[in-house]
């Protein structure tokens, strides 16, 4: 069955970096379009970053562009999100998601503080 599951959330200072990693099973990845969403607490959940399917087209939220990188890694069937120049309001639960069926990963914590 489809299953997703993130990993590499966690602490950091501001103006740090993470690698979150997302991977898929049950399907191939690299078929469907996939992003990553977060929630913060108190928020709605919002979208952070989006790949499609076809050509690896991909879109940012205004909040992260220039600083958060969607990628993917075929071999591995891996889903990534490259954080940069982190800040306290990035703080939030971040999950990974294949749109077409709308599937969801467990979620990872990353907190940005000092």
């Known amino acids: 069955q489809v299953q997703l599951v993130e990993s590499g959330g966690g602490l950091v200072q501001p103006g740090g970096s993470l690698r979150l990693s997302c991977a898929a099973s049950?399907?191939?990845?690299?078929?469907?379009?996939m992003s990553w969403y977060r929630q913060a607490p108190g928020k709605e959940r919002e979208l952070v970053a989006a790949?499609?399917?076809?050509?690896?087209?991909?879109n940012y939220a205004d909040s992260v562009k220039g600083r958060f990188t969607i990628s993917r890694d075929n071999a591995k069937n891996t889903l990534y999100l490259q954080m940069n120049s982190l800040k306290p309001e990035d703080t939030a639960v971040y999950y990974c998601?294949?749109?077409?069926?709308?599937?969801w990963g467990q979620g990872t914590q990353v907190t940005v503080s000092s």
């Open positions: 790949i499609s399917s076809i050509d690896g087209n991909t």
């Open positions: 049950g399907f191939t990845a690299r078929s469907y379009a």
């Open positions: 998601h294949r749109f077409r069926g709308d599937y």
